[in-house]
């Protein structure tokens, strides 16, 4: 069974511009979750979707936004790009109706603001 | 607010000597609670999870945490060390669904295993 896939691997943005993550989850898996690790500042919750719907968000400004498809799998914008915003950011997956929200990662997609 | 506590941001071992990660969490409601271990470059990888019974569990690799209630701790060790562990460890707990179901994570403990 494959896992929780991320593209790209590595992206390198400019300040101001605009980045684009892309997840798809474990097969039958209908949740995904973002998260950020940013040095120094740990894994931080950014944004749960679960059946096309955006069901919680982290403390972060609005420029952090995504949208989830009918095929479950998630997209990850961030606008108006700052230094700050480099960081590894991790997509994670749960089946539906999962009771203890067991998540499982996938690889991470590394992004780089210069 | 769900909280998790790793002391010791780093942990050095000499190979085949015991390895003892210290997780204590807070939460208002009976907790799920989780290792994940972190290889450079790489995602998280679930070690192992504690959510209902038997408060010891054993994970992969032959890692195994011990869930004391009375303590709010989650401990994790593993017996002997052995070179491939080297990585970093965080520990999470799981926020119920209603209150939406994220992990809130520790703040990670890196492992160094020493020849």
């Keep these: 069974e494959a896992g929780v896939t991320q593209s790209p691997t590595h992206l390198i943005k400019t300040r101001g511009q605009q980045a684009t993550l892309r997840c798809s989850p474990i097969s039958g898996h209908t949740s995904v979750y973002w998260y950020q690790q940013a040095l120094g500042l740990g894994l931080q919750f950014l944004l749960w979707y679960d059946e096309g719907e955006e069901r919680n968000r982290g403390n972060f400004p609005p420029r952090f936004s995504g949208r989830q ?8 914008n961030v606008n108006a790009l700052e230094l700050e915003d480099s960081a590894l950011y991790l997509c994670a997956s749960t089946p539906r109706r999962s009771s203890y929200n067991e998540q499982f990662f996938g690889p991470g997609t590394r992004l780089t603001v210069l | 607010a769900q909280s998790v506590t790793q002391l010791g941001s780093h942990v050095s071992v000499s190979e085949g000597a015991l390895v003892l990660l210290r ?16 290889y450079p ?23 195994e945490a011990e869930f004391k209630k009375s303590e709010t701790s989650f401990h994790l060790t593993k017996p002997s060390a052995h070179m491939s ?4 460890y965080f520990c999470a707990v799981s926020d119920l669904k209603a209150a939406g179901n994220k992990l809130t994570f520790g703040g990670g403990t890196r492992v160094l295993v020493k020849p």
């Design chain 2, 41 to 63: 470059n790489q995602g998280l990888q679930l070690l192992l999870k504690y959510t209902t019974g038997a408060t010891l569990v054993k994970g992969i690799n032959g890692f």
């Design chain 2, 23 to 38: 997780c204590n969490y807070s939460s208002s409601v009976p907790p799920y609670l989780f290792w994940y271990v972190q």
């Design chain 2, 85 to 88: 562990d080297a990585a970093e």
């Design chain 1, 69 to 76: 498809f009918p095929n479950y799998s998630s997209e990850l």
